[in-house]
Nanobody, 125 residues
Framework: VQLQASGGGLVQAGGSLRLACEAS????????MAWFRQAPGKEREFVAA?????????YADSVKGRFAISRDHIVKSTVYLQMNNLKSEDTGVYYC??????????????????WGQGTLVTVSS
């Protein structure tokens, strides 16, 4: 299984970016997908996650109301992270992750078996 993350870049505070993550290499559908991020000098942290059906979505408190995770309805192996009203503290490398089995703790990175290579988001103030 390969996860390809894209969409990162440099944006001014208050701006928006949309990240995409495409899963390939497995015929079965992922059960859940998530985004984590790692800021310079800090540990990786949870950002958002969703179940394939779309009936469960989870967000870190720091991004609630600003970020939205969604799944492409045509290319169902692709998940997006729409990021609005970006702040300097959102700067970091964003990683997508996938779990093809039953997910219990959506916010914990140990639940996810497959990870993308990361895409850098830089928010200038």
């Amino acid at each position: 299984v390969q996860l390809q993350a894209s969409g990162g870049g440099l944006v001014q505070a208050g701006g928006s970016l949309r990240l995409a993550c495409e899963a390939s290499g497995r015929t079965t559908t992922w059960n859940s997908m998530a985004w984590f991020r790692q800021a310079p000098g800090k540990e990786r942290e949870f950002v958002a996650a969703m179940r394939w059906r779309g009936d469960r979505k989870y967000y870190a408190d720091s991004v609630k109301g600003r970020f939205a995770i969604s799944r492409d309805h045509i290319v169902k192996s692709t998940v997006y992270l729409q990021m609005n009203n970006l702040k300097s503290e959102d700067t970091g490398v964003y990683y997508c992750a996938a779990d093809f089995e039953s997910t219990v703790y959506y916010t914990q990175d140990s639940e996810y078996d497959y990870w993308g290579q990361g895409t850098l988001v830089t928010v200038s103030s």
